[in-house]
Antibody, heavy 119, light 111 residues
Framework: QVQLVQSGAEVKKPGASVRVSCETSGFPFTGYFMHWVRQAPGQGLEWLGW????????NYAQKFQGRVTMSRDTSITTVFMEVNWLRSDDTALYYC????????????WGQGTLVTVSS | QSALTQPASVSGSPGQSITISCTGI?????????VSWYQHQPGKAPKLILY???NRPSGVSNRFSGSKSGNTASLSISGLQAEDEADYYCNSYSSYNSVGVFGTGTRVTVL
């Protein structure tokens, strides 16, 4: 069955970086785009961007360009998201999600990774 | 890209029907726009309930239906049940610039 298993919670100081992983199984890794979505406390869902695990191509929401990097390791069917220059408002639950058909329809989600940014 | 606009809250009694709007979707002139809807309950990951405006994934109740007119998409829930209490989000994706955006979210309360 399809599974997306994310890395554990992180606590970081402002200005630091964080890398979240999303290990996939149960489907062809290179056959589905993967997206990242976050939810800050008391806020709604926010789309960060996608990565094509086949080619490594990425596309980011304008707000995160230059500060977010998505990557993948095909040998371990895992995608990664790194956020640099963390700020307090980056505190959020970060999700990876599989794209059903390349049209940004997220049919499977990871369990979420809480990233807390605090001095 | 600004978030799409949804009503903050919608409520209804068991058995009733409700509709949630999602406004601000780019026109088709700018390229195909793909709309999906998600149900998000506390402590769980969001769940896809509609894609390509009106298609239901396997296992999703046919009480959920979707439509789109102009720059507004809508999610309807018929025969409202207590288990439908959740936050609902629309999402729009443009193939023109490969950018996605979520709606502001709607809290559904079953009275």
């Amino acid at each position: 069955q399809v599974q997306l298993v994310q890395s554990g919670a992180e606590v970081k100081k402002p200005g630091a970086s964080v890398r979240v992983s999303c290990e996939t199984s149960g489907f062809p890794f290179t056959g589905y785009f993967m997206h990242w979505v976050r939810q800050a406390p008391g806020q709604g869902l926010e789309w960060l961007g996608w990565i094509n695990p086949n080619t490594g191509d990425t596309n980011y929401a304008q707000k995160f360009q230059g500060r977010v990097t998505m990557s993948r390791d095909t040998s371990i069917t895992t995608v990664f998201m790194e956020v640099n220059w963390l700020r307090s408002d980056d505190t959020a639950l970060y999700y990876c999600a599989r794209d059903l058909n390349g049209n940004s329809h997220f049919d499977y989600w990871g369990q979420g990774t809480l990233v807390t940014v605090s001095s | 890209q600004s978030a799409l606009t949804q009503p903050a809250s919608v409520s209804g009694s068991p058995g009733q029907s409700i509709t949630i709007s999602c406004t601000g979707i780019s026109s088709d002139v700018e390229g195909f726009v793909y709309v999906s809807w998600y149900q998000h309950q506390p402590g769980k990951a969001p769940k896809l309930i509609l894609y390509n405006v009106a298609n239901r994934p396997s296992g999703v109740s046919n009480r959920f239906s979707g439509s789109k007119s102009g720059n507004t998409a809508s999610l309807s829930i018929s025969g409202l049940q207590a288990e439908d209490e959740a936050d609902y989000y629309c999402n729009s994706y443009s193939s023109y610039n490969s950018v996605g955006v979520f709606g502001t979210g709607t809290r559904v309360t079953v009275l």
